[in-house]
């Protein structure tokens, strides 16, 4: 939430990760026009005027209905599972018009800026090339009114379904960066809803499976050149940001509460010994194992203990 950024950037935030776009698209009767939109991304820059800011574009669907959409056919209301249905950037190639308002507002606002546009539930390449060939189609209505616009502005896909990182060597040819949504990446690869308590001990951030499809990735983008941040509710479990800083992911994205405590924790460590650690949770063959290895390889300074207390 855009008050949400003055307190991010006191709690040195170098940028903000992950920039949820949906909020006034829920709280509204109708969709925002691009001049909303426009306002309120810029409002954003004036908190981080000289650093990046990741907008991620309309993540709608599943248990996020806007009320504009309902009871238009095939929204996730009318889907029985909508987890696995018409969701996220789905929802928005479905709905053209909506999305190129919202990426015109974007390229607008980012204008001047360190603007970065992140594309969430990318599950195949054609997908991705047609977000590419709707921000292109966004670029020539605008050049076509006169309106200035930023012309070199990153575009990321968010890895948050298995399929994702079995493709990254392709989606690397195609983005400028790759950020993980370690929360939807875990859910879909366990098949655990992350909201539902009865199947949340399957659903667990230190699942094997999670942490062999990260190291992978981060593999396959470091490979490519292409730079991969973590910003799932993941980054801000000191023991996961360990591993995550062991598989030398370039970038956490964490609510701000968590950053003081992770700097504190990750300035103690060599990049050397992260790796061996990271190292010694990938060969564990269950959650539990690897949640306690990492615990074992924490290492709180006394002098920041009440910075952690409470951490997972
Ligand atoms: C994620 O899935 O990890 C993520 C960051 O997106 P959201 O939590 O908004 O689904
Ligand atoms: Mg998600």
Redesign the pocket.
Known sequence: LLRELPVARSRGADGVG?Y?TEFPYLMRRDAPTEAQQLAVYQRAFEEFPDRPITFRTL?LGGDKIAPFLQGDEGTAELEDNPFLGQRSIRLSLAHPDLFRTQLRALLRACDGHKGRILFPMISAVDEMKEVLRQVDLARAELRSRGTAFADEVQIGAMI?VPAAVEIAPHLTKLVDFLSV????LLQYTVAADRGNRKVAELASNYHPALFSLLSRLSWEATKAGVPVSV??EMAADPACALFLAGIQVDALSMDSRYIPRTKVLLRGYELSELKEIAGGARKLATASEVNRFLHQNLRVPPEAERLFAGAH
């Open positions: 992950l949820r993540d948050e949504g370690t929360n939807d910003c799932g």
